[in-house]
């Protein structure tokens, strides 16, 4: 089993940075960064959904200031742990193209709840909450999706 090289601290001043192991090239990439904790957590939320939807594993490092200095901090469990796959594994029916339609709808409304989670600050989804997630792209129409993912970056102090 390959081991990945620890995370280096990040360059500079301190700021908030996520750092993500890219394994291919076996080094580490800065993937966000701002004087803020937010927008640097909201980022690791999307790159880690983008990543993982190509079907590749994620393993980021946080690193922020403490009194001057640099300190690594606890990463979102959701860019340390991969949720299932959740897939029906059917191919679709009849000409494909009203299927393709329908699943690029359901997949747009999956994205925008998913984006109004992490605006509110819960990173933390277990397969549980992504079935949920699923489960509403498929009653809801996108622009009562769009209404949810409102109320949740609300929630999450976005005005």
């Keep these: 089993m390959h081991k990945r090289p620890p995370c280096p601290r990040p360059p500079g001043a301190p700021r908030w940075v996520a750092m993500f192991h890219r394994p291919a090239q076996d080094s580490w990439t800065v993937g966000a960064e701002s004087p803020d904790r937010d927008p640097v957590l909201y980022a ?9 939807a ?4 994620v393993t980021v490092a946080l690193w922020g200031p403490e009194d ?6 606890d990463t979102p469990a959701a860019a340390k742990e991969p949720a299932p796959a959740a ?8 000409s494909g193209e009203p299927a393709k339609l329908a699943e690029r709808m359901t997949d747009r409304r999956h994205q925008v709840l998913m984006a109004g989670l992490s605006k509110a600050g819960l ?6 909450d992504d079935e949920a997630v699923r489960a509403m792209t498929e009653l809801l129409d996108e622009v009562t999706v769009r209404r949810v993912a409102h109320w949740l970056s609300l929630a999450g102090g976005e005005r």
């Design 44 to 52: 690791v939320g999307d790159m880690t959904q983008t990543v993982r």
């Design 54 to 57: 190509r079907g590749e594993q």
């Design 68 to 73: 001057g200095a640099w300190r690594r901090y």
């Design 87 to 94: 897939s029906t594994g059917r191919p679709a029916t009849g």
């Design 123 to 128: 990173y933390d989804l277990s397969a549980e």
